[in-house]
């Protein structure tokens, strides 16, 4: 298994442009999430997601996109790039979610965004 | 406002010696789990607690859950090297169990 892989590792954007950051899962995981770390911030949670066809919001949505048409793949959308989301992204996955089911949460690699 | 506050918030020791990080809330949270993340790397799960009292022991590591289900600790004995890295606590809560993160405590570990 490659457990969670995301892609790119790096980008650079200009402000007002848009990307997706891809993120994808061979588990066979119910459960998707997006997180963005910042310095001094932690890691705070973007859009999540249940299952195919069924996505939500976390924390900080704004600016950001998410759709789930497939178990495996969860991507990423910023639609109109701005220097506050200059961050690392992170995807996590666990097989199922809900209160107290204590599922370990598996965590991509990261993709460190810079807009300029 | 953050709902976990993690103490400290960095950390400096000699290897060898012990440590113990904290994380703290006035909310309560289902379970609550640890983790530990490199340099360029996601972080990765070291325990999920769920009983209010809780202790779990992993190695040289300690980890407690408050009575309340409110609080945590992470103790680490006789330090090494290889500890060095940012310690993350996480609170499951909300009918999804999503995670709320603390802000991390960057341990490093001198030889």
């Known amino acids: 298994n490659a457990g969670v892989t995301q892609t790119p590792k790096f980008q650079v954007l200009k402000t007002g442009q848009s990307m997706t950051l891809q993120c994808a899962q061979d588990m066979n995981h119910e459960y998707m999430s997006w997180y963005r770390q910042d310095p001094g911030m932690g890691l705070r949670l973007i859009h999540y997601?249940?299952?195919?066809?069924?996505?939500d919001q976390g924390e900080v949505p704004n600016g950001y996109n998410v759709s789930r048409s497939t178990t495996e793949d969860f991507p990423l959308r910023l639609l109109s790039a701005a220097p506050s989301q200059t961050s690392v992204y992170f995807c996590?996955?666990?097989?199922?979610?809900?209160?107290?089911?204590?599922?370990?949460?598996?965590f991509g690699p990261g993709t460190r965004l810079l807009v300029l | 406002t953050q709902l976990l506050e993690q103490s400290p918030q960095f950390l400096s020791i000699q290897e060898g010696e012990n440590l113990t990080v904290y994380c703290n809330s006035s909310?309560?949270?289902?379970?609550l789990q640890w983790y530990r993340q490199e340099p360029g790397e996601g972080p990765v799960l070291l325990v999920t607690v769920v009983t209010g009292g809780e202790v779990k022991k992993l190695k040289r590591l300690t980890f407690q859950f408050g009575d309340a289900r409110k609080d945590s600790s992470l103790h680490i004995t006789a330090a090494q090297p290889g500890d060095t890295g940012l310690y993350l606590c996480?609170?499951?809560?909300?009918?999804?169990?999503?995670?709320?993160f603390g802000k991390g405590t960057k341990l490093s570990v001198k030889p």
């Open positions: 997601s249940v299952g195919a066809g069924i996505t």
């Open positions: 996590a996955s666990s097989y199922s979610k809900g209160i107290g089911t204590q599922e370990t949460q598996y």
């Open positions: 909310s309560v949270f289902s379970s």
């Open positions: 996480a609170g499951e809560r909300g009918s999804q169990g999503n995670l709320i």
